[in-house]
């Protein structure tokens, strides 16, 4: 009975230890495809800061994703120009404009670019004991290369923090150091603005679950953006009712379509919505010691309110995952308790 049981335990470790891996390969990063180094017209590939030239019939390892962003998102920093005849070639893709050496900007891999996603906004670059913030104003293409468009130049790895020599300069690396340095990066979620609240007009704002109305002349914090998301990301759990009538106003944002109390649906704060890129996705939240899935069905809007559009709400924070009751059941919050809770939530 001993050797048998031996046994089993073994087995049973080689299957957790089977779906372990296979979970962690289906959160990897893969490759999208591979292509042909051609050979580039003289005088076409501008060799600046010692950039690589590509070369004839080389295959070169394409990636439309890039790793998981966290708060201390590990890359590689290498060198780059974004000024006029500099080795970045073309002017910028978030702003079409150069920019000056001495600016600290930065181009980001595909996957992290993020279809513009990150576009103008500020990231803290962390390395040789220092840190920098700088813009991100450029795509550091991992899905192309080897062409005009990208100066002959192969693609770039999927883990690029490619910056300017102001970035360099402030990390304190020695000039004879610059082009290649492992460093971390995260995000900068700032206020994109404020709007003025208006007084809404007679029954107009529906306060179902102790919901907010906007004040006459109360100065709100917008935001485009929310923190960067990680495997717990840190978040308000608010309560919202999906039911037509409810106090989530309209029909759900991501299917047009109102949702029962009864069925565990969120809407996420604006930076977390991403453009809609989580819509009808799951995720795991975890709070009061239990967890649940749910999936998103809408946006918490970060940007606007108080208008008749936003039920005369004030805008959401930034860190809101908006949830409905099926959610606080299956976390089991007592009843009284439900409408604001500390949770954490990653991607399902």
Same mark, same amino acid.
């Given at each position: ?27 990897q +990063? ?5 292509i ?19 070369v ?12 998981a ?33 001495d ?5 980001l ?30 795509? +550091? ?12 130049q192969?693609?770039?790895?999927n ?6 020599k ?15 340095l ?31 109305? +906007? ?31 409810g ?6 944002e ?12 969120v ?9 809609r ?15 649940v ?5 809408d946006?918490?809007?970060s940007?606007?309110? +108080? ?8 805008p ?16 089991g ?5 439900w409408?604001?809770?500390?949770i954490t939530?990653?991607?399902?």
């Amino acid at each position: 009975m001993k050797v048998s049981n031996s046994i089993a335990s073994f087995v049973l470790l080689l299957i957790l230890i089977s779906k372990n891996c296979l979970c962690s390969e289906a959160q990897q +990063c893969r490759p999208s495809g591979r292509i042909m180094g051609k050979k580039p017209p003289p005088g076409e590939c501008n060799k600046e800061n010692d950039s690589d030239c590509c070369v004839q019939g080389k295959a070169y390892t394409t990636y439309k994703c890039s790793p998981a962003v966290s708060r201390h998102t590990k890359a590689e920093l290498t060198l780059n120009s974004f000024e006029k005849g500099g080795d970045g070639g073309g002017p910028s893709e978030c702003d079409n404009q150069y920019h000056s050496d001495d600016t600290p900007v930065v181009a980001l891999s595909t996957g992290w670019f993020n279809d513009r996603s990150r576009c103008l906004h500020n990231i803290t670059i962390s390395g040789n004991g220092k840190s920098v913030v700088a813009m991100v104003v450029d795509e +550091c293409d991992s899905t192309m290369g080897c062409d005009e468009d990208h100066d002959y130049q192969p693609p770039c790895s999927n883990n690029i923090v490619d910056a300017s020599k102001a970035v360099w300069k402030a990390l304190g690396v020695p000039h004879n150091q610059w082009g290649g340095l492992e460093i971390t990066w995260s995000e900068q979620c700032r206020p994109s603005g404020r709007i003025m609240g208006k007084k809404p007009p007679p029954g107009e704002c529906n306060k179902e679950n102790d919901s907010d109305c +906007c004040v006459q002349g109360k100065a709100y914090t917008t935001y485009k953006c929310s923190p960067a998301v990680s495997r717990h990301t840190k978040a308000e759990l608010t309560l919202n009712s999906f039911e037509k009538g409810g106090d989530g106003g309209g029909p759900s944002e991501c299917d047009n379509q109102y949702h029962s109390d009864d069925t565990p649906v969120v809407a996420l704060s604006t930076g977390w919505f991403n453009d809609r890129s989580r819509c009808l996705h799951n995720i795991t939240i975890s709070g009061n010691g239990k967890s649940v899935v749910a999936m998103v069905v809408d946006e918490c809007d970060s940007t606007m309110g +108080c208008d008749e559009d936003h039920d005369y709400q004030p805008p959401c924070s930034n860190n809101i995952v908006d949830a409905s009751k099926a959610v606080w059941k299956a976390l089991g919050v007592p009843h009284n308790q439900w409408g604001g809770l500390e949770i954490t939530w990653s991607d399902a």
